[in-house]
Protein backbone atom coordinates (compact mmCIF):
# COMPACT_ATOMS: atom_id res chain seq x y z
CA UNK A 1 0.00 0.00 0.00
CA UNK A 2 1.19 3.63 -0.71
CA UNK A 3 0.09 6.36 1.40
CA UNK A 4 -0.41 10.16 -0.66
CA UNK A 5 -1.66 13.59 0.43
CA UNK A 6 -5.01 15.38 -1.32
CA UNK A 7 -4.08 16.35 -4.33
CA UNK A 8 -0.84 14.01 -5.08
CA UNK A 9 -1.53 12.17 -8.01
CA UNK A 10 0.08 9.00 -5.69
CA UNK A 11 -2.65 9.67 -3.32
CA UNK A 12 -4.84 6.35 -2.15
CA UNK A 13 -4.35 2.46 -1.21
CA UNK A 14 -1.87 0.99 -4.01
CA UNK A 15 -1.90 -2.44 -4.48
CA UNK A 16 0.79 -5.19 -6.25
CA UNK A 17 -0.27 -8.09 -7.24
CA UNK A 18 3.84 -9.35 -9.04
CA UNK A 19 5.61 -8.84 -6.35
CA UNK A 20 5.74 -5.25 -6.77
CA UNK A 21 6.65 -4.99 -10.42
CA UNK A 22 3.21 -3.16 -11.47
CA UNK A 23 1.12 -1.47 -8.71
CA UNK A 24 -2.85 -0.13 -9.24
CA UNK A 25 -4.18 2.64 -7.14
CA UNK A 26 -7.69 2.12 -5.53
CA UNK A 27 -10.26 4.53 -3.71
CA UNK A 28 -10.55 4.69 -0.05
CA UNK A 29 -12.43 7.88 0.79
CA UNK A 30 -13.85 10.65 -1.24
CA UNK A 31 -10.51 12.65 0.22
CA UNK A 32 -8.46 9.62 -0.83
CA UNK A 33 -6.26 10.14 2.22
CA UNK A 34 -5.17 7.09 3.81
CA UNK A 35 -2.21 7.38 6.46
CA UNK A 36 -1.88 4.25 8.35
CA UNK A 37 -2.96 0.58 6.69
CA UNK A 38 -3.42 -2.74 8.50
CA UNK A 39 -4.17 -6.46 7.55
CA UNK A 40 -5.91 -8.73 9.26
CA UNK A 41 -3.18 -11.71 10.84
CA UNK A 42 -6.23 -14.23 9.86
CA UNK A 43 -7.27 -12.92 7.01
CA UNK A 44 -5.10 -11.28 4.36
CA UNK A 45 -8.08 -9.59 2.63
CA UNK A 46 -9.46 -7.90 5.52
CA UNK A 47 -7.36 -4.56 5.83
CA UNK A 48 -7.77 -1.41 7.90
CA UNK A 49 -6.82 1.96 7.06
CA UNK A 50 -7.27 5.35 8.87
CA UNK A 51 -6.92 8.85 7.18
CA UNK A 52 -4.90 11.93 7.64
CA UNK A 53 -8.13 14.30 7.62
CA UNK A 54 -11.00 12.50 9.38
CA UNK A 55 -10.82 10.04 12.76
CA UNK A 56 -12.74 7.48 10.39
CA UNK A 57 -11.60 3.66 10.02
CA UNK A 58 -12.30 2.20 6.60
CA UNK A 59 -12.79 -1.41 5.88
CA UNK A 60 -11.68 -3.57 2.97
CA UNK A 61 -12.23 -7.33 2.85
CA UNK A 62 -11.32 -8.14 -0.87
CA UNK A 63 -7.78 -6.89 -0.36
CA UNK A 64 -8.08 -3.38 -0.34
CA UNK A 65 -9.99 -2.95 -4.25
CA UNK A 66 -12.95 -2.00 -2.05
CA UNK A 67 -13.66 0.11 1.21
CA UNK A 68 -16.35 0.94 3.34
CA UNK A 69 -16.47 3.69 5.31
CA UNK A 70 -17.33 2.09 9.58
CA UNK A 71 -17.81 5.55 10.58
CA UNK A 72 -15.82 7.96 13.42
CA UNK A 73 -13.37 6.28 16.16
CA UNK A 74 -13.19 9.03 18.27
CA UNK A 75 -9.23 8.98 18.01
CA UNK A 76 -8.78 12.18 16.51
CA UNK A 77 -6.71 12.94 12.92
CA UNK A 78 -4.24 11.06 11.97
CA UNK A 79 -4.76 8.23 13.71
CA UNK A 80 -3.03 4.56 13.59
CA UNK A 81 -5.92 1.51 13.47
CA UNK A 82 -4.75 -1.97 14.58
CA UNK A 83 -6.46 -5.13 14.42
CA UNK A 84 -6.43 -7.24 17.71
CA UNK A 85 -9.15 -9.76 16.41
CA UNK A 86 -10.85 -9.55 13.56
CA UNK A 87 -13.62 -7.72 14.88
CA UNK A 88 -11.49 -5.99 17.96
CA UNK A 89 -9.94 -3.20 16.82
CA UNK A 90 -7.81 -0.16 18.37
CA UNK A 91 -7.32 3.27 17.78
CA UNK A 92 -3.88 5.10 18.86
CA UNK A 93 -4.21 8.88 18.50
CA UNK A 94 -1.80 11.11 17.41
CA UNK A 95 0.40 13.08 20.06
CA UNK A 96 -1.35 16.44 20.20
CA UNK A 97 -4.52 15.06 20.01
CA UNK A 98 -7.20 15.19 22.76
CA UNK A 99 -8.58 11.60 22.91
CA UNK A 100 -7.61 8.54 24.25
CA UNK A 101 -6.84 5.25 22.76
CA UNK A 102 -10.54 4.02 21.53
CA UNK A 103 -11.48 0.34 20.97
CA UNK A 104 -13.61 -1.84 19.29
CA UNK A 105 -15.30 -5.21 19.51
CA UNK A 106 -18.01 -5.22 16.95
CA UNK A 107 -16.22 -3.79 13.91
CA UNK A 108 -16.46 -0.24 14.35
CA UNK A 109 -20.22 -0.10 15.54
CA UNK A 110 -19.47 1.30 18.75
CA UNK A 111 -16.46 2.41 20.30
CA UNK A 112 -15.26 2.76 23.78
CA UNK A 113 -12.02 5.12 25.77
CA UNK A 114 -9.17 2.64 26.37
CA UNK A 115 -5.93 4.41 28.35
CA UNK A 116 -4.01 7.99 27.32
CA UNK A 117 -1.57 6.86 25.03
CA UNK A 118 -0.16 8.62 22.02
CA UNK A 119 1.79 7.84 18.83
CA UNK A 120 4.47 10.28 17.53
CA UNK A 121 3.62 11.63 14.44
CA UNK A 122 3.65 9.16 11.40
CA UNK A 123 4.85 6.65 13.49
CA UNK A 124 3.26 3.35 15.23
CA UNK A 125 3.27 -0.47 15.66
CA UNK A 126 1.83 -2.65 18.45
CA UNK A 127 2.99 -5.45 19.72
CA UNK A 128 0.63 -8.74 20.67
CA UNK A 129 2.23 -11.75 21.80
CA UNK A 130 1.44 -14.69 20.09
CA UNK A 131 1.67 -16.59 23.63
CA UNK A 132 0.83 -14.57 26.32
CA UNK A 133 -1.62 -12.36 23.74
CA UNK A 134 -0.83 -9.47 25.70
CA UNK A 135 -0.63 -5.94 23.60
CA UNK A 136 2.37 -3.49 23.75
CA UNK A 137 1.92 -0.14 22.68
CA UNK A 138 4.56 2.83 22.97
CA UNK A 139 3.29 6.10 23.88
CA UNK A 140 5.02 8.95 22.91
CA UNK A 141 5.41 10.39 25.38
CA UNK A 142 3.85 7.96 27.60
CA UNK A 143 6.46 4.87 27.20
CA UNK A 144 5.69 1.05 27.05
CA UNK A 145 2.50 0.16 27.98
CA UNK A 146 0.99 -3.37 28.21
CA UNK A 147 -2.73 -5.12 28.19
CA UNK A 148 -3.57 -7.69 29.68
CA UNK A 149 -7.84 -7.75 28.89
CA UNK A 150 -7.67 -7.58 25.27
CA UNK A 151 -6.79 -3.31 25.06
CA UNK A 152 -9.59 -2.80 27.54
CA UNK A 153 -6.76 -1.09 30.02
CA UNK A 154 -3.12 -0.43 29.85
CA UNK A 155 -0.51 -0.46 32.75
CA UNK A 156 2.93 1.08 32.06
CA UNK A 157 5.77 -1.15 31.94
CA UNK A 158 8.62 1.48 30.51
CA UNK A 159 8.98 5.25 31.06
CA UNK A 160 11.76 5.34 27.85
CA UNK A 161 9.76 6.76 25.67
CA UNK A 162 8.78 5.01 22.34
CA UNK A 163 6.36 4.45 19.61
CA UNK A 164 6.73 1.20 17.58
CA UNK A 165 7.13 -2.08 19.44
CA UNK A 166 7.89 -5.90 17.47
CA UNK A 167 9.27 -8.75 19.32
CA UNK A 168 11.12 -12.19 18.91
CA UNK A 169 11.08 -14.78 20.53
CA UNK A 170 12.54 -14.39 23.16
CA UNK A 171 12.38 -10.30 24.18
CA UNK A 172 9.46 -7.74 22.73
CA UNK A 173 11.53 -4.22 21.65
CA UNK A 174 10.18 -0.78 21.35
CA UNK A 175 11.69 2.17 19.69
CA UNK A 176 10.89 5.62 19.43
CA UNK A 177 10.83 6.49 15.67
CA UNK A 178 10.87 10.36 15.33
CA UNK A 179 10.22 11.67 11.91
CA UNK A 180 12.01 14.92 11.67
CA UNK A 181 15.59 16.32 9.78
CA UNK A 182 16.76 17.60 13.35
CA UNK A 183 16.40 13.56 14.67
CA UNK A 184 15.24 11.74 17.55
CA UNK A 185 16.88 10.02 19.87
CA UNK A 186 16.11 6.17 18.98
CA UNK A 187 15.89 4.97 22.51
CA UNK A 188 15.63 1.42 21.78
CA UNK A 189 15.07 -0.99 24.87
CA UNK A 190 13.57 -4.48 25.08
CA UNK A 191 12.41 -7.08 27.77
CA UNK A 192 12.07 -10.73 28.30
CA UNK A 193 8.63 -11.99 26.86
CA UNK A 194 8.72 -14.16 30.12
CA UNK A 195 9.14 -10.97 31.98
CA UNK A 196 8.08 -7.51 30.11
CA UNK A 197 7.82 -5.47 33.09
CA UNK A 198 11.83 -4.82 33.07
CA UNK A 199 13.45 -2.83 30.41
CA UNK A 200 17.04 -2.62 29.53
CA UNK A 201 17.75 0.40 27.32
CA UNK A 202 20.30 -1.19 24.30
CA UNK A 203 23.29 1.26 23.33
CA UNK A 204 22.91 2.30 19.45
CA UNK A 205 25.50 4.17 16.89
CA UNK A 206 25.01 7.77 16.29
CA UNK A 207 24.34 7.46 12.87
CA UNK A 208 20.95 6.64 13.94
CA UNK A 209 19.35 9.50 14.24
CA UNK A 210 15.59 8.38 14.19
CA UNK A 211 14.42 5.11 15.17
CA UNK A 212 12.29 2.60 12.95
CA UNK A 213 9.10 3.60 11.58
CA UNK A 214 7.83 -0.21 11.55
CA UNK A 215 10.04 -3.07 11.86
CA UNK A 216 9.91 -6.49 10.15
CA UNK A 217 10.62 -9.41 12.66
CA UNK A 218 12.06 -13.09 11.12
CA UNK A 219 13.46 -15.91 12.21
CA UNK A 220 16.31 -17.79 10.12
CA UNK A 221 16.04 -21.39 10.94
CA UNK A 222 19.78 -22.15 9.26
CA UNK A 223 21.47 -19.69 11.71
CA UNK A 224 18.76 -19.91 14.44
CA UNK A 225 18.73 -16.31 15.00
CA UNK A 226 16.09 -13.60 14.58
CA UNK A 227 16.60 -11.13 12.52
CA UNK A 228 15.12 -7.51 12.58
CA UNK A 229 14.74 -5.03 9.64
CA UNK A 230 13.49 -1.63 9.96
CA UNK A 231 13.50 1.99 7.47
CA UNK A 232 14.04 4.98 9.89
CA UNK A 233 13.10 8.36 8.38
CA UNK A 234 15.77 10.39 7.46
CA UNK A 235 18.52 7.58 8.41
CA UNK A 236 18.14 4.94 6.47
CA UNK A 237 17.70 1.21 6.44
CA UNK A 238 18.31 -0.75 9.80
CA UNK A 239 18.96 -4.05 10.66
CA UNK A 240 19.41 -6.15 13.97
CA UNK A 241 20.79 -9.71 14.60
CA UNK A 242 19.50 -11.25 17.71
CA UNK A 243 22.22 -13.65 19.16
CA UNK A 244 21.91 -16.83 19.05
CA UNK A 245 21.43 -17.79 22.15
CA UNK A 246 18.75 -14.55 23.03
CA UNK A 247 21.04 -13.20 25.77
CA UNK A 248 24.01 -11.68 24.75
CA UNK A 249 24.19 -8.01 24.34
CA UNK A 250 26.30 -6.27 21.59
CA UNK A 251 27.11 -2.17 20.44
CA UNK A 252 25.18 -1.80 17.32
CA UNK A 253 27.94 -1.38 14.17
CA UNK A 254 26.91 0.74 11.43
CA UNK A 255 28.36 -1.39 7.71
CA UNK A 256 27.36 -0.57 4.53
CA UNK A 257 26.68 -3.24 1.96
CA UNK A 258 30.08 -3.99 0.27
CA UNK A 259 27.74 -3.85 -3.43
CA UNK A 260 24.69 -1.76 -4.41
CA UNK A 261 23.81 -5.11 -6.51
CA UNK A 262 24.19 -7.86 -3.08
CA UNK A 263 20.78 -9.34 -2.54
CA UNK A 264 18.44 -8.73 0.19
CA UNK A 265 19.15 -12.24 1.50
CA UNK A 266 23.00 -11.84 0.75
CA UNK A 267 23.29 -9.27 3.26
CA UNK A 268 21.34 -10.34 5.81
CA UNK A 269 23.51 -13.81 5.27
CA UNK A 270 27.13 -11.87 5.64
CA UNK A 271 26.33 -10.61 9.48
CA UNK A 272 24.61 -13.54 10.85
CA UNK A 273 28.13 -14.30 12.41
CA UNK A 274 27.80 -11.20 14.43
CA UNK A 275 25.33 -9.24 16.78
CA UNK A 276 24.72 -6.42 14.82
CA UNK A 277 22.54 -2.98 13.68
CA UNK A 278 23.86 -2.63 9.94
CA UNK A 279 23.22 0.08 8.04
CA UNK A 280 21.64 -0.88 4.81
CA UNK A 281 21.49 2.80 3.55
CA UNK A 282 23.73 3.04 0.04
CA UNK A 283 26.72 5.54 0.91
Known sequence: ACVGFPSDSTQGAWKSKDGGQTWKPYTISNDNDP??????????????ASTHARDNIYE??????TWKDTGSSGAGLSNYIFFVTSTTWIAIPQEGQNSPVRRTTNSGQTWSDSTDIHHAHGNAQIYIDP??????IGGHPEGVHRSTDNGVSFTKVSSTIASVTFGTGK?????????????????????????????????????????????AVSYDS??????????????????????????????????????????PTTKLSSAITVVTYSNLKAD
Open 131 to 136: TSKDIF
Open 60 to 65: SKDGGE
Open 35 to 48: YSFDIDPSNSLHVL
Open 222 to 263: VSKRWVIVGGNWNAGLWRYIEAADGSTDSPFETKSPSSSTES
Open 171 to 215: YIYAMDPGANSGGTPPRPQRALRSDPTVWTDMVYPEEMNNGMKRA
